[in-house]
């Protein structure tokens, strides 16, 4: 069994930055692809963030240059650091985690992050 737990969520002022981190824990060996989805209120859930065991990342088109996506290997974290936060970033944001070796993937409990204006 593995277990992901988020942090890092809360309110913040437009423009304002927050950090969300994610660790995974448990039955794993090694760890793929990581990353950080969104879920607005009505909206589909939708990927912001991804990044690859080897370092590779890739960014939705509305924050590429506002987020960042790391990940340390020897601790199977993933983080995502958010800068110049607008009110259409409020979402609940979930963190994923894909195994090497069994292919499977992984969900956090997600974590809510509101941006007033």
């Known amino acids: 069994q593995v277990q992901l737990v988020e942090s890092g969520g809360g309110l913040v002022q437009a423009g304002g930055s927050l950090r969300l981190s994610c660790a995974a824990s448990?039955?794993?060996?090694?760890?793929?692809?990581m990353g950080w989805y969104r879920q607005a209120p009505g909206k589909q859930r939708e990927l912001v963030a991804g990044i690859f065991r080897s370092g590779g990342t890739a960014y939705a088109d509305s924050v590429r240059g506002r987020f960042t996506i790391s990940r340390d290997n020897a601790k199977n974290t993933v983080d995502l650091q958010m800068n110049s936060l607008k009110p259409e970033d409020t979402a609940v944001y979930y963190c994923?985690?894909?195994?090497?070796?069994?292919?499977?993937?992984?969900w956090g409990q997600g974590t809510q992050v509101t941006v007033s204006s």
């Open positions: 994923n985690v894909n195994l090497l070796g069994s292919g499977k993937n992984y």
């Open positions: 448990g039955s794993i060996v090694s760890t793929g692809a």
